[in-house]
């Protein structure tokens, strides 16, 4: 049988619809003592169906902006003074605990989220006999599907004009419906996923204390930062509501670039230096994270690939996966599937997992452009900076070649050819050496200041912590120097 592969492929326009359906359900966590993975500790149905309901998201982020507004508005009005409780131990003490626990809570997402991709992500080199189950279609696949038994072909799929959950290998029909098993092991949902992502999700709600923290210090909070709490709440939520695909990769990232982050805000709240290379690499983490996220998320939308199909007599089906899928299946009429040529599928197959990607790609479009905006204009301001330099030295370097091509014999000169003449030339190729040479560097640092300048709006003051080698102007530096800071501010 032919191999199977990656193709791209459009999206439905009907999967591009508000609001998205409200269907299919979540699924609820795995039950301890099942073959999927276990989570530490139990949470309830309920109270997992009731955190994500839209009015928890929608609310918070709501009283979270107002709330940050009206304290920006208070800082302005007292001068920027530090509040009288940023000034105590006890609140240096809560900075400090608040930072340790981000950071031990992160590493311990991410572990986990390893630990579900080792379980779950196929292997496109292991070699099962049938190249029409294996290779990178393989992979895709155990990304895409995110509930179902593992294996090319056998995730669940949902269809959203029947109402019903198949396998790819099945008809669409209600005959072959079948309904997800909260405990079935092999795909992301069951075996992490649907417990590490709902903590983290919840974890967005927690990490607005960044922003009072800073305004506790008698700082701003930026309207970008506002944006990117609020927004992180809305498309953490939307990924887990609708178990999105992409989701897993913001857990993943996110989680790993907090670890860190957090880490080293509680290592400059005791006035550890760290290195300016650590620093600068995690500053460009950041801002990774924010660019790749979202074309990692929009190409779900445009990947399918091609599975071996199955068909029942009589039936017509545009959704089909692996005979075996099929054979094993507990439907009665499985047995009677025959197989069919490769078909190709779609990654992304439902209105609600769109609406979630495409959120979390607007969501992220404005730092994006932020992000380019301070780099075209940080090389501009460079660029013409140069440009006055060189002017400047021109002068004298003309001057200093036409000397130096008195004084010495140039195999390029001729008793027709003017010294001077020869002089301009060599100047000119040198000029255009070093311009070049200057573009990768001019270039290098504009991605740098354009890097700080988001970070700054997004992440406010602690920017500026990893912005400069002495600076403890973080949301966990020490409550006495930004007292003598601001002192020193107010003095001027």
Same mark, same amino acid.
């Given at each position: 049988?032919?191999?199977?592969?990656?193709?791209?492929?459009?999206?439905?326009?009907?999967? &591009?619809?508000?609001?998205?359906?409200? #269907?299919?359900? &979540?699924?609820?966590?795995?039950?301890?003592?099942?073959?999927?993975?276990?989570? @530490?500790? =139990?949470?309830?149905?309920?109270?997992?169906?009731?955190?994500?309901?839209? *009015?928890?998201?929608l609310t918070i982020a709501a009283?979270?902006?107002?709330?940050?507004?009206?304290?920006?508005?208070?800082?302005?009005?007292?001068?920027?003074?530090?509040?009288?409780?940023?000034?105590?131990?006890? &609140?240096?003490a809560f900075v400090v605990a608040?930072?340790?626990?981000?950071?031990?809570?992160?590493?311990?997402?991410?572990?986990?989220?390893?630990?579900?991709?080792? *379980?779950?992500?196929?292997?496109?080199?292991?070699?099962?006999?049938? @190249?029409?189950?294996?290779?990178?279609?393989?992979?895709?696949? $155990?990304?895409?599907?995110?509930?179902?038994?593992?294996?090319?072909?056998?995730?669940?799929?949902?269809?959203?004009?029947?109402?019903?959950?198949?396998?790819?290998s099945s008809p669409v029909s209600? #005959?072959?419906?079948?309904?997800?098993?909260?405990?079935?092991?092999?795909?992301?949902?069951?075996?992490?996923?649907?417990?590490?992502?709902?903590?983290?999700?919840? $974890?967005?709600?927690?990490?607005?204390?960044?922003? &009072?923290?800073?305004?506790?210090?008698?700082?701003?909070?930026?309207?970008? =930062?506002?944006?990117?709490?609020?927004?992180?709440?809305?498309?953490?939520?939307?990924?887990? *509501?609708?178990?999105?695909?992409?989701?897993?990769?913001?857990?993943?990232?996110? $989680?790993?670039?907090?670890?860190?982050?957090?880490?080293?805000?509680?290592?400059?709240?005791?006035?550890?230096?760290?290195?300016?290379?650590?620093?600068?690499?995690?500053?460009?983490?950041?801002?990774?994270?924010?660019?790749?996220?979202?074309? +990692?998320?929009?190409?779900?939308?445009?990947?399918?690939?091609?599975?071996?199909?199955?068909?029942? @007599?009589?039936?017509?089906?545009?959704?089909?996966?692996?005979?075996? $899928?099929?054979?094993?299946?507990?439907?009665?009429?499985?047995?009677?599937?025959?197989?069919?040529?490769?078909?190709?599928?779609?990654?992304?197959?439902?209105?609600?997992?769109?609406?979630?990607?495409?959120?979390?790609?607007?969501?992220?479009?404005?730092?994006?452009?932020?992000?380019?905006?301070?780099?075209?204009?940080?090389?501009?301001?460079?660029?013409?900076?140069?440009?006055?330099?060189?002017? +400047?030295?021109?002068?004298?370097?003309? +001057?200093?070649?036409?000397?130096?091509?008195?004084?010495?014999?140039?195999?390029?000169?001729?008793?027709?050819?003017?010294?001077?003449?020869?002089?301009?030339?060599?100047?000119? #190729?040198?000029?255009?050496?070093? *311009?070049?040479?200057?573009?990768?560097?001019?270039?290098?640092?504009?991605?740098?200041?354009?890097?700080?300048?988001?970070?700054?709006?997004?992440?406010?003051?602690?920017?500026?912590?990893?912005?400069?080698?002495?600076?403890?102007?973080?949301?966990?530096?020490?409550? =006495?120097?930004?007292?003598?800071?601001?002192?020193?501010?107010?003095?001027?």
């Amino acid at each position: 049988m032919a191999a199977s592969q990656i193709i791209a492929k459009l999206p439905k326009l009907s999967y &591009f619809r508000l609001p998205p359906s409200s #269907e299919p359900a &979540f699924l609820p966590l795995p039950q301890p003592g099942s073959l999927a993975y276990n989570p @530490p500790f =139990q949470i309830s149905d309920s109270l997992y169906a009731a955190a994500l309901d839209i *009015r928890v998201p929608l609310t918070i982020a709501a009283v979270y902006a107002v709330t940050a507004k009206l304290l920006n508005k208070y800082n302005k009005s007292t001068n920027r003074r530090p509040w009288a409780i940023s000034q105590t131990k006890a &609140f240096f003490a809560f900075v400090v605990a608040h930072n340790i626990f981000l950071a031990v809570y992160s590493a311990w997402t991410w572990i986990g989220m390893v630990n579900m991709l080792r *379980r779950t992500l196929a292997n496109p080199f292991a070699n099962t006999g049938d @190249p029409s189950t294996s290779g990178w279609a393989a992979t895709v696949d $155990s990304i895409c599907r995110m509930s179902g038994a593992p294996g090319l072909g056998n995730g669940l799929v949902y269809h959203e004009a029947s109402g019903i959950w198949l396998t790819q290998s099945s008809p669409v029909s209600p #005959e072959f419906a079948l309904t997800p098993d909260r405990n079935q092991p092999g795909r992301m949902w069951n075996e992490g996923l649907a417990f590490y992502g709902w903590l983290f999700y919840l $974890s967005k709600f927690y990490e607005v204390l960044d922003t &009072f923290i800073i305004l506790a210090k008698g700082k701003y909070s930026s309207t970008l =930062q506002t944006y990117h709490h609020a927004g992180a709440m809305m498309c953490m939520w939307a990924g887990m *509501r609708y178990m999105s695909a992409p989701i897993w990769m913001f857990v993943f990232m996110n $989680s790993f670039i907090h670890t860190l982050m957090y880490s080293y805000f509680t290592f400059t709240a005791f006035s550890v230096r760290v290195p300016t290379k650590v620093k600068r690499s995690l500053t460009s983490a950041q801002i990774t994270q924010f660019l790749v996220g979202a074309s +990692v998320a929009m190409s779900h939308s445009f990947i399918g690939y091609t599975v071996p199909a199955t068909q029942a @007599p009589g039936h017509d089906s545009d959704i089909v996966a692996s005979p075996n $899928s099929a054979a094993n299946s507990t439907s009665p009429l499985a047995g009677r599937a025959a197989p069919t040529p490769l078909k190709a599928i779609s990654c992304i197959a439902t209105s609600s997992e769109t609406f979630a990607i495409w959120l979390n790609v607007l969501y992220l479009a404005p730092l994006t452009y932020l992000f380019v905006k301070f780099f075209v204009t940080s090389y501009l301001a460079r660029s013409s900076a140069e440009s006055t330099r060189s002017a +400047v030295g021109k002068g004298k370097e003309g +001057v200093d070649g036409t000397i130096e091509s008195k004084t010495r014999k140039s195999p390029a000169a001729s008793p027709n050819v003017p010294a001077s003449l020869v002089a301009s030339i060599a100047t000119t #190729e040198e000029e255009v050496r070093r *311009r070049l040479s200057n573009v990768g560097n001019l270039a290098e640092k504009a991605g740098w200041d354009a890097a700080i300048g988001l970070e700054k709006e997004v992440y406010g003051v602690s920017a500026e912590a990893i912005d400069t080698d002495d600076s403890h102007d973080s949301p966990v530096a020490p409550a =006495q120097s930004n007292s003598h800071k601001s002192k020193t501010k107010h003095s001027k």
